[in-house]
């Protein structure tokens, strides 16, 4: 997996797979069409976390929108670090993830993203990689990874993931879930 080449050392990492009924072509595909904005629980979530002004098409707070689609994403802040065609999407960004606004930091390239390591920030890179399940089916996976930089990022980060977690896996379930329909 390109995964491990952007961050092979972590500190907290989340798993989520799906068999899929599809070709890899199709999966890709849906992959690069899901919009989040479609469900419900992620919205909701997002509202729950209060990140949904900030990744929402509604301005709820005058902050720069993100949008709900990976592309969105993409133009937003997330950093498209290295897509295999019909295999794997790996993306990454940086921050204090703790932070009500995320503390995203904008403006890193590619290769900044690799030498982050700015004390008292995280980075965290996220994939969703298509792979050969029982028999015909595909197993579309996603991991993310996070990587606390320094003491005085660990402890705060500990604390958010405490509580952020199991929604963190809800939103990424129901993304699998989403990407799936659209592959069927």
Request: proline share 3%.
């Amino acid at each position: 997996m390109k995964l491990d080449y952007y961050l092979p050392q972590y500190h907290f990492v989340e798993r989520h797979s799906i068999t899929v009924d599809s070709t890899p072509e199709k999966v890709y595909e849906a992959f690069w069409q899901l919009d989040m904005a479609e469900s419900k629980v992620i919205k909701n979530l997002l509202k729950m976390r209060g990140t949904y002004g900030l990744v929402s098409k509604g301005k709820l707070n005058k902050q720069p929108s993100l949008g709900l689609s990976i592309k969105d994403m993409i133009n937003s802040g997330f950093i498209l670090l290295e897509k295999v065609e019909n295999k794997e999407v790996v993306m990454g960004f940086a921050g204090r993830f703790w932070q009500p606004s995320g503390g995203i930091v904008r403006n890193v390239s590619m290769e900044d993203f690799v030498r982050f390591k700015n004390n008292g920030y995280c980075k965290s890179a996220w994939n969703f990689y298509i792979g050969q399940g029982n028999g015909d089916e595909l197993r579309l996976s996603t991991e993310t990874r996070i990587m606390c930089c320094g003491r005085s990022a660990k402890i705060p980060f500990s604390l958010y993931w405490a509580a952020i977690k199991p929604f963190s896996g809800w939103i990424r379930l129901e993304m699998l879930r989403m990407i799936k329909k659209l592959a069927e």
